[in-house]
Each structure stands twice: as structure tokens, then as C-alpha cells.
């Protein structure tokens, strides 16, 4: 599960990244609000590559994948992107954790089989 979480997180990181560039276009937002809720976003997504196997770590990506359809209200093609997120991190928890249960039911299977091969 670790490794297809952290490839949506560090895709929205970059994807975060370029909402920066267009909401700096905004007349609204000043550059050092943009770039500070921003900054703050790819920051926790990148920290939470990290915490994805922590207690509360799926739901902090919950969390960050609320706020990327927020995010809609200030740059439009958000809304789009951040449903598209929002389905390939469910994609990413859900099958992250079927592949994680097959794996341990490998290596029990492999460790069962070890003794009596000896």
C-alpha cells in the first residue's frame, strides 16, 4: 500500500505545484498567500509519503484529497483533478491493501513450506 500511496501523494505534489502557477494569475490572492497554502499542501503530501502506514495516515490523505477538490473554488480545473486524485487514492488504499494481504499470505505460506523442505 506504502509504495502506490506515495506515488498518488507525490503526483499531487507536483500537481499542487501547478495550481500554484495558475492561482498567481488571480487579481484575489496575493503571491505570498498562493505560494504559502502551497507550499503548505506539497509539504504535507510529501511528509505523508512517510506516514502512510502510521495509525490516521490514510485518513490524512482523506484530508488532503478534500482540500485538492476545495481548491476547485480558486482554480477551476481543480475540481476535476482533485476528483481524479480522489479516485486513484482510493484506487491506491484499496489495492495497496489487497497486494499487502497477498504478500503476507505469501511469506506465511513460504515459511510454512521452509521447515519441511529441511
Not at 506504502?2 to 498518488?8: D, E, M, V
Request: aromatic share 12%; glycine share 12%.
Amino acid at each position: 500500500m506504502r509504495t502506490l500511496c506515495a506515488s498518488t501523494l507525490i503526483g499531487e505534489f507536483f500537481v499542487i505545484g501547478f495550481a500554484g502557477l495558475v492561482a498567481m494569475k488571480s487579481d484575489d490572492l496575493t503571491n505570498a498567500t498562493v505560494w504559502t497554502v502551497c507550499g503548505i499542501g506539497m509539504l504535507f503530501s510529501v511528509l505523508l509519503c512517510g506516514m502512510i502506514t502510521r495509525p490516521g495516515g490514510v485518513q490524512l490523505g482523506w484530508a488532503l484529497q478534500i482540500a485538492l477538490v476545495a481548491s476547485g473554488f480558486v482554480v477551476p480545473t481543480m475540481f476535476i483533478l482533485g476528483v481524479a486524485f480522489g479516485a486513484l487514492w482510493w484506487a491506491s488504499v484499496h489495492y495497496g491493501r489487497r497486494i499487502d494481504a497477498v504478500k503476507a499470505r505469501w511469506a506465511a505460506q513460504a515459511e510454512a513450506e521452509a521447515p519441511a523442505a529441511s
